[in-house]
């Protein structure tokens, strides 16, 4: 029998923030996956299929077990990758192409299910709007879909140059301003893989006071709050309800910050810290959806593996 197959398409073009595109395919390969890695811009429509180009031959992306689009990829070509890739069932899809085009920015997290863990929040275009929208305290003003710390600056209603910091952050686009949950605690970010908790570390800020790794925020060792713990089954619910197979979730004060799906960095910090690969986990989650969608071969000591792993996610260890 076959062994199972999984297909990562990759940005070849961009130069990488994390080691995902490397880690995880040798995850599944500990598995006893077959692991093709294909490039992004390799994706082709033939004879009405969503296929990859290999040496010039056309194979159908529904011949794989599972198929990751890890990030975004070429702004320019993003949105005909998303529509060939809608062809393949959702099942498929480690995350959906409805999910990488509707579910990325820093918008989506204000759906009803998740909207109550988040600090004050408004978003717009208007800059004159989000300065009358400033009370006293701080606030964290972001661009809406930037990443890595980019245009991320702390305000307040005295500060000089306030419209020219908003103006420059939001590059012209929509821009989120959220109140600054002000606490001793390092901001915590937990991975998780097919709705459940796989690894959690805490970022200390840096000299600016923002919790992003690429701006010199300090990643640390940190335990769950049992108020955190209530809000990652709820978080968990809504990955799992939008098909969303691998994502970090970032919180700071007992509130919910952010969601990352495209291609979230942490696997490589949570190993430093802990000495626990946690990419094994996460390739074990998904391999049981891949084995729940028919595919029946894994090798008994690896079916025993994924098994314990598995429990171990649904109990809640991480």
Known sequence: MSRPSICFLLDEHTQHHNDNHMRLPCAFASLGWDCLKASQQSIC???GQACVLREGTATPLHTFDLVWHLGLGDQRSFLDRMELLSMLPNRLMVTPPSALALRHGKLHIHAPLL?????????????????????????????????????????????????????????????????????KQPETRVLFAEGEPVGHYGRKPGADGLSNLARGAAAVKCELEPR????????????????????????????????????????????????????????????????????????????RACATTHGDLNNGKT
């Not at 109550?116 to 009370?135: C, Q, R």
């Not at 600056?153 to 419209?163: I, Q």
């Not at 691998?246 to 952010?258: C, H, P, T, V």
């Not at 490589?268 to 084995?291: C, E, N």
């Open 115 to 183: 909207a109550h863990m988040l600090p004050k929040t408004h978003a717009s275009s208007d800059i004159d709007y989000l300065v009358s929208k400033l009370d006293e305290g701080e606030w964290v003003v972001k661009p809406a879909a930037g990443s890595f710390g980019r245009g991320v600056h702390r305000v307040h209603t005295h500060m000089p140059n306030l419209r020219k910091t908003l103006f420059e952050s939001a590059r012209g686009g929509l821009l989120v301003l959220q109140k600054h949950i002000s606490t």
């Open 228 to 303: 955190l713990v209530r809000c990652l089954t709820q978080v968990g619910s809504w990955l799992k309800r939008e098909g969303i197979g691998f994502a970090a979730a970032d919180f700071r004060g007992g509130y919910l910050i952010e969601i990352n799906i495209a291609n979230p960095g942490g696997l490589t910090t949570v190993q430093a810290l802990t000495g626990k690969d946690a990419s094994i986990r996460v390739a074990t989650a998904l391999a049981h959806r891949g084995m729940a969608a028919g595919h029946a071969f894994m090798k008994p000591a690896l079916w």
């Open 45 to 47: 429509l033939e004879s």
